[in-house]
């Protein structure tokens, strides 16, 4: 590969990061001749740069497309494990995905906000925690110091800001009342973050999700909202419900099915 290429594959990556858009980094790691060739794929079917041939890229590109679509971060694969009849069979590949770090946002810093944004900062996850009370975002109350705090004067031109383009954004509204509740629900589903949950009762969750509907929200994406949030793991104390919030937006982002490890084995009887 050209240092040229190189150099626009190097370029394009924070590129992509600031703008929010998902790809994948394929590098030759094993080759008679095209080690550190590197090409980068875009969510959006776009390459840059090149490992050598016209023939070389169009496979890269196509595997480098399957692996977007599953929830792996990194893999290295050989070509005869990517397609059983390929001259590239002896070649080793690395996928790596190139997104921006997880991102959440929480609208209401109360008892299970509070809670929530401990511990998903404490997970890796970049948090901005909301609330339209000074009181509740006083640095002292976490141990974290990565933890970003916005007052919302405004609700609505609050939580847009803090979600901005919805890639690689999940927002959990976990609010005091249902007007709060309805305000950042409003402001959040029309950026179409990656996931979107509404703490509260089935009622209670019913009667916002009622009135974005009347609001003109589709039914597309109300489907998507995840109401009453979180994983049924018999959550009681704030910790509990917070900790249960995390486990859903961690299931959804890895592609996770929520039940328990331990089923395949007893449904397998060993």
């Not at 290429?5 to 394929?26: E, R």
């Not at 095209?34 to 070389?56: F, M, N, P, R, Y």
């Not at 998507?224 to 959804?252: F, R, S």
């Amino acid at each position: 590969m050209s240092d040229k290429s190189a150099q626009a594959v190097m370029k394009s990556i924070p590129q992509l990061l600031d703008a929010g858009t998902m790809a994948v980094l394929v590098t030759v790691l094993q080759s008679s001749d095209a080690v550190g060739g590197k090409l980068l794929l875009d969510e959006h079917g776009q390459s840059i740069g090149t490992l050598g041939t016209d023939l070389l890229d169009a496979f890269a590109i196509e595997h480098a497309s399957n692996f977007l679509m599953t929830r792996d971060d990194i893999r290295a694969i050989k070509g005869e494990d990517l397609a059983s009849e390929t001259e590239f069979a002896n070649m080793l590949f690395l996928f790596e995905r190139i997104q921006a770090e997880a991102r959440l946002v929480i609208c209401g810093a109360g008892h299970v906000g509070a809670a929530l944004a401990s511990f998903a900062s404490g997970t890796g996850y970049r948090v901005t925690l909301i609330d339209d009370r000074e009181e509740f975002l006083k640095p002292e109350r976490f141990a974290s110091g990565s933890i970003e705090l916005a007052l919302a004067h405004d609700w609505t031109e609050t939580v847009q800001r803090a979600i901005g383009n919805g890639k690689g954004v999940a927002v959990a509204v976990v609010t005091r009342g249902h007007n709060e509740d309805e305000q950042c629900m409003r402001a959040a589903i029309k950026t179409d973050p990656d996931y979107l949950g509404l703490i509260g009762s089935k009622r209670r969750t019913s009667i916002v999700i009622n009135r974005l509907r009347a609001a003109g929200a589709t039914e597309e994406q109300l489907k998507e909202i995840h109401a009453p949030i979180g994983l049924d793991i018999g959550a009681v104390t704030p910790e509990e419900v917070a900790l249960a919030i995390l486990a859903e937006i961690i299931c959804v982002r890895r592609g996770g099915t929520g039940g328990f490890m331990s089923a395949a084995r007893r449904r397998s009887g060993r």
